[in-house]
């Protein structure tokens, strides 16, 4: 199963639409904030796909989007959120301790706009950075193992 994971889009729909595209196969998209409601002007692309919001702490609080997701995809425990309640710019800890809590293999966040990946042992941290600026992350889930890639558009 292939994941397709944004976060910190801004309104930069432009670069939304063009990820949603390069990655079309993606069966499942998460955002994880900040943008939210960029996902909701991409339903042509977003079509037969399993879609996850997140609302991250410049996201209205209208359209009724979670503090954090939970997803168990493949035999994978998924925690998704956007990372500012956990104190993410100032370092990891308080993340990682809240998602090894709820079980999870896979903890997904955005807020710092730096793409970020980890391992250690049977866990994943990824940022996919701002989507803003064409940044975004693939999740590959397999038989219960993750392959994670942090991509760009590069030039456009």
């Given at each position: 199963?292939?994941?397709?994971?944004?976060?910190?889009?801004?309104?930069?729909?432009?670069?939304v639409?063009?990820?949603?595209?390069?990655?079309?196969d993606?069966?499942?998209?998460?955002?994880?904030?900040?943008?939210?409601?960029?996902?909701?002007?991409?339903?042509?692309?977003?079509?037969?796909?399993?879609?996850?919001?997140?609302?991250?702490?410049c996201?209205?609080?209208?359209?009724?989007?979670?503090?954090?997701?939970?997803?168990?995809?493949?035999?994978?425990?998924?925690?998704?959120?956007?990372?500012?309640?956990?104190?993410?710019?100032?370092g990891?800890?308080?993340?990682?301790?809240?998602?090894?809590?709820?079980?999870?293999?896979?903890c997904?966040?955005?807020?710092?706009h730096?793409?970020?990946?980890?391992?250690d042992?049977?866990?994943?941290?990824?940022?996919?950075?701002?989507?803003?600026?064409g940044?975004?992350a693939?999740a590959e889930?397999?038989?219960?193992?993750?392959?994670?890639?942090?991509?760009?558009?590069g030039?456009?």
């Amino acid at each position: 199963m292939k994941l397709l994971i944004l976060s910190d889009s801004h309104g930069y729909v432009f670069f939304v639409e063009q990820i949603l595209r390069r990655e079309r196969d993606a069966e499942v998209v998460i955002h994880l904030g900040d943008g939210g409601d960029d996902m909701m002007a991409m339903a042509e692309y977003t079509q037969n796909k399993a879609v996850y919001t997140c609302r991250g702490n410049c996201d209205s609080s209208v359209y009724g989007f979670p503090e954090s997701v939970q997803l168990n995809l493949e035999g994978i425990p998924i925690f998704a959120c956007h990372g500012h309640q956990f104190g993410v710019k100032f370092g990891m800890q308080k993340l990682y301790y809240a998602a090894r809590e709820r079980g999870a293999k896979l903890c997904l966040f955005g807020h710092t706009h730096e793409p970020y990946s980890d391992f250690d042992e049977d866990f994943f941290m990824v940022n996919p950075g701002p989507a803003a600026s064409g940044h975004y992350a693939v999740a590959e889930l397999k038989n219960g193992t993750v392959k994670t890639v942090n991509k760009s558009l590069g030039r456009l």
